[in-house]
């Protein structure tokens, strides 16, 4: 697996194919997770206006409040759609869960409890790119690996980049502060992925040692 060699810079492994930049749609059954909205421009990324949603309430997709989707503050409750999405009290209960009860979307997937398409038509394949990224500006804290794997195999490029994130090495200015106001990570995590503030070692994974940073 390809891995970062210092903070951001990439080195490339695996499926990465930028023709993957395509809309990304949801199964019918799971299409409760197909709609955060984010309705941000490129120039925008860096610090993204949106108010956090995750603090409004808990979710069933995080910690099993039951909360409507036209009333999660995700969804747009003025679209058709809320009225024919399956609940996800419904449709994720016996999704497997980690040991502190979030929703483990990983094994979810690699289970094949659900099947992610790229397309309407589900005609066309995934462009899984298989390689991390290590974010060494964490404090005292280990060092962050994100895994763009765990990501494109039920994501396009497309849902991240550019409205989220910027991708350009320096152009993100992400502190655990922004994500937790809902913004770079926090647009998905904390509402449909695991919060922020719980599991702190699934993303603070690389011990500062092993990047020869004290």
């Known amino acids: 697996m390809g891995r970062t060699d210092g903070e951001g ?7 990465y194919d930028w023709r993957g930049l395509k809309a990304f749609l949801y199964g019918a059954t799971f299409a409760v997770l ?3 909205a984010v309705p941000l421009q490129a120039e925008q990324a860096a610090e993204p206006e949106d108010g956090p949603v995750w603090t409004k309430g808990l979710h069933f997709q995080t910690e099993g409040e ?9 969804h ?5 759609a809320v009225r024919i999405l399956q609940e996800p ?10 040991d502190q009860g979030i929703i483990n979307w990983v094994t979810v997937l690699r289970d094949g409890l659900i099947s992610p398409r790229q397309s309407l038509s589900g005609e066309q394949d995934m462009y ?12 005292s804290m280990p060092h962050v ?21 910027l991708p350009q090495k320096g152009a993100n200015p992400v502190t655990m502060s922004r994500i937790i106001e809902g913004k770079y990570c926090g647009v998905c995590h904390g509402k449909v992925a695991f919060p922020p503030t719980m599991n702190c070692g699934r993303c603070h994974s690389v011990p500062r040692e092993s ?4």
């Open 9 to 15: 810079m990439i080195t490339r492994t695996g499926r």
């Open 34 to 36: 197909a709609v955060v």
């Open 66 to 74: 039951v909360v409507p989707v036209a009333e999660d503050g995700i």
């Open 76 to 80: 747009d409750p003025h679209n058709d």
């Open 89 to 98: 009290v419904e449709s994720m209960l016996n999704f497997p869960r980690d």
């Open 128 to 139: 899984a790119a298989d390689f991390d990224i290590v974010f060494k500006n964490t404090g």
């Open 145 to 165: 690996r994100f895994p763009h794997l765990a990501h494109t195999e039920w994501l396009t490029c497309a849902n991240c980049h550019p409205a989220i994130f």
């Open 211 to 214: 990047t020869g940073l004290r």
